[in-house]
């Protein structure tokens, strides 16, 4: 039980990003089979896919490209995941699709990671879906990336390659609010500077790329300690003697018993009792633990309710968010969704169309539609109140998701508060 705060800190999850056919898939399986990730048959079932494509002895793409439409048309479609260990550290890897097509799965994969590896293409450089998935990182709260610039073989490893990547990404992070941002020189192909460093490239002095994963702060996907607790009630327990308590997972910070906290939006206030889990009784429980929570008091708390310490979320039914729209047809005033907010469900109405992203420049364009794949900012009015804080203080709180009500396709993905970073 009291490891539970290593647990969440010694996990990195990290999703990577950039445009098709720059070599992400080939990174990501290149780092599984340097590092003895995968068993003697998951390398058979790669051999034997590249075989019957006739791309070679071993594609290591296929490693994450996973579904049989992925590995015929030699493309990422769906977001991978792979989980890996170094004795340092554990990995969640989402590996996200490049295709502008299928941006809305990007966001998926970037959604609760604490760092995006970009992959760039070192002979062509920063390509336009290359930028906008780095746009759409920073929306949802990444602020680590780490960029491999790949493909350095073919640009015979001469400097001047990296050094222009080096001064997009530089600009570009300045722009977006990411900290540090660290570009490899690496072939993905053949390995250098992915696991193991190489002499190919002697004017770089920085770590590998599993280096730089490794050495990653880790841990702010479920809050970053700048509000106070939030647990959004999951399941209401019922128990034999009639008492009541209330299941969730812990976000924002960490809650203890005899902690005032606030049932929102019914506005009551209480004390925490009890904080329980299947192992027994917490003192602390920390951001990231599930729980089960005591309160002293009776209270009306359902599933879509939130417990919250102070200082206190936002209840309002009327909202200004950034949305990243993936539907084929384009967002308008007007238009009615299902929105989901932590476990909340609701009816949601989109008042106004403000302004869209233009994605080159991070300048806000007045809009009255968005197309697929556009940022924009909205406003949207609710049939029932949420509770939220704005997005660039907690991940989970500052998003939701516009859902269609007749065949159920997300739409879009928002969060609560227009981009900082745009002009």
């Known amino acids: 039980m009291s490891d539970a705060p290593e647990q969440v800190m010694d996990l990195l999850r990290f999703a990577t990003v950039g445009s098709v056919d720059d070599g992400k898939s080939t990174l990501i399986g290149r780092l ?12 058979e079932a790669v051999a034997h896919a590249s075989v019957s494509r006739g791309v070679g002895d071993l594609d290591l793409s296929f490693v994450t490209d996973g579904l049989r439409a992925e590995r015929e048309q030699g493309i990422t479609i769906d977001v991978a995941y792979r989980y890996a260990a170094t004795p340092t550290r554990k990995f969640i ?7 502008v097509q299928y941006t809305r799965n990007m966001a998926t ?3 609760t990671a604490d760092l995006a590896l970009v992959v760039v293409d070192a002979t062509s450089g920063l390509k336009e879906q290359t930028r906008r998935h780095l746009c759409i990182a920073a929306l949802l709260g990444v602020r680590r990336v780490v960029v491999a610039a790949n493909k350095m073989d073919l640009a015979e490893w ?24 660290l570009v490899v020189p690496v072939s993905a192909l ?3 500077n992915v696991v193991e460093p190489s002499d190919a490239a002697p004017w770089y002095t ?3 790329v599993l280096g730089a994963l490794e050495a990653a702060p880790a841990g702010s996907w479920a809050g970053e300690g700048r509000v106070g607790g939030r647990l959004p009630i999951q399941w209401v327990l019922r128990h034999p003697t009639g008492r009541r308590t209330y299941a969730g997972m812990v976000d924002g910070s960490p809650i203890s018993p005899g902690d005032e906290v606030h049932l929102l939006p019914a506005g009551i206030t209480t004390r925490i009792r009890r904080v329980a889990t299947a192992d027994g009784d917490l003192p602390i429980a920390p951001v990231g633990r599930c729980v089960d929570v005591d309160l002293a008091d009776d209270t009306p708390a359902g ?12 209840v309002t039914d009327h909202l200004t968010a950034t949305v990243c729209w993936f539907g084929d047809e384009p967002l308008t005033a007007g238009q009615r969704f299902r929105v989901k907010h932590t476990t909340r469900s609701t009816v949601g109405f989109v008042d106004h169309v403000v302004s869209r992203l233009e994605v080159n420049g991070l300048r806000l364009e007045h ?4 197309e697929a794949n556009d940022i924009g900012v909205i406003t949207i009015s609710t049939a029932d109140p949420l509770v939220v804080d704005p997005y660039d203080v907690n991940r989970i709180t500052g998003s939701f998701v516009l859902v269609d009500e007749r065949t159920n396709a997300t739409l879009a993905g928002a969060m609560v508060g227009e981009p900082r970073f745009a002009k």
Do not use: W
Request: net charge negative; with cysteine; aromatic share 2%.
């Open 32 to 43: 599984l089979v340097d590092t003895r990730q995968l068993f003697d048959d998951q390398l």
């Open 93 to 99: 890897i989402a590996d996200c699709p490049g295709h």
């Open 109 to 111: 994969g970037a959604s």
């Open 158 to 181: 001469a400097k001047d390659p990296y050094d222009a990547i080096v001064a997009e990404i530089d600009e570009l992070s300045a722009r977006l609010g990411i900290l540090e941002p």
């Open 190 to 192: 053949n390995g250098d």
């Open 206 to 208: 920085g770590p590998t």
């Open 303 to 314: 599933r879509g309710d939130m417990l919250a310490t102070a200082p206190l979320p936002q």
């Open 367 to 370: 809009a009255d539609m968005l």
